[in-house]
C-alpha cells in the first residue's frame, strides 16, 4: 500500500457533511488559482480555477472562494461524498511567470 | 480515450543506470510539462516545451534530458540514475503557456532507484 503522504495535513469529514480545504499562497502577484484532486495512484485531476479578477466561483458540488487581501485560497465541496476522498492541491500562477506553483496539498477523509 | 499517456506506469532499476519515461497527450494542446512528486506529495515543475521548444527549465540536474519530437509528446531520459531520483515523474499539458487553462495530467510514472 501507499504509505506517502500519511504526514498530510488531513481533513476528516462524515458523508453529507460539506467540506472545507484552505490554503495560504505565497505571491500576491499571482493572478490564476486552480484546485486539483488527486486520488491514489493517479494525477492530478482538474476540478476549478479561478482568476484574480474574482472571489469567488462554483461549479458542481464546489466553490472556489479568493481572498487577495490575505491570500488565502479556500475550496468548498458541498455534501462529500466517500468519492471525494483524495488529496487536494492549490496552485498558483504569477504574472509574468509561466508555471504552476502548487502548495503542499491536503488529504480529504470521507467517512460513509 | 486516454488524453495524457505515459509510459511506463512503474520503473525499478538500479543506481547508474540510465532509463526514459515518455508521455503523449491527444488533447490537441501545445504546452508539456514534466513534474516529479517526492515522498511528501509535493509537485514541482521540472520542465516546460511550448512547441518543441523548452521555455521552462528549473534547477534540475542534467542528467535530465527532456526531449519533444512534436507538440504532442515529450519524453524525459534520466542519466546515471540515483537514490534521490526515486519518486513519481508526472507528465501534464495545456493549451497556451499555461496563460488561462488548467494543466491536464497523466497518471504519473513511479521511479524506484535501487
Known sequence: GESVGLHLPTLSVQEGDNSIINCAYSNSASDYFIWYKQESGKGPQFIIDIRSNMDKRQGQRVTVLLNKTVKHLSLQIAATQPGDSAVYFCAERGIGFQKLVFGTGTRLLVSP | ?114
Not at chain 2, 9 to 36: A, F, P, R
Not at chain 2, 40 to 57: A, D, T
Not at chain 2, 89 to 109: M, R, V
Open chain 2, 1 to 114: 480515450d486516454t488524453a495524457v499517456s505515459q509510459t511506463p506506469k512503474y520503473l525499478v532499476t538500479q543506481m547508474g543506470n540510465d532509463k526514459s519515461i515518455k508521455c503523449e497527450q491527444n488533447l490537441g494542446h501545445d504546452t508539456m510539462y514534466w513534474y516529479k512528486q517526492d515522498s511528501k506529495k509535493f509537485l514541482k515543475i521540472m520542465f516546460s516545451y511550448n512547441n518543441k521548444e523548452l521555455i521552462i527549465n528549473e534547477t534540475v540536474p542534467n542528467r535530465f534530458s527532456p526531449k519533444s519530437p512534436d507538440k504532442a509528446h515529450l519524453n524525459l531520459h534520466i542519466n546515471s540514475l540515483e537514490l534521490g531520483d526515486s519518486a513519481v515523474y508526472f507528465c501534464a499539458s495545456s493549451q497556451g503557456i499555461q496563460g488561462s487553462s488548467p494543466l491536464h495530467f497523466g497518471n504519473g510514472t513511479r521511479l524506484t532507484v535501487t
